[in-house]
């Protein structure tokens, strides 16, 4: 989960949604604290579907699973079972 979780802010950082010195813990709203918006998720949605080999479902792109990079987590781990 950690891996998913760091791969995650790396990938943020490295397209520029995320700035280096900004801390980002694993239960913050990326919503509320401006990381991501609509189009953002998308992309991460990308990304985690090409990382992981996995198809995220339209239903699952909701605020619950994609708010915070610990609820990303868990949901990439669940598909990948």
Do not use: C, W
């Amino acid at each position: 989960m950690d891996a998913i979780i760091e791969d995650v802010r790396i990938f943020l950082k490295t397209q520029g949604f995320l700035k280096e010195n900004v801390p980002l813990h694993e239960n913050d709203s990326l919503t509320k604290t401006g990381v991501i918006d609509s189009i953002i998720m998308l992309e991460l949605v990308d990304f985690l579907e090409s990382k992981y080999n996995i198809e995220i479902p339209v239903k699952l792109m909701t605020s619950q699973n994609f708010d915070t990079l610990a609820t990303i987590s868990q949901s990439v781990m669940k598909l990948k079972q």
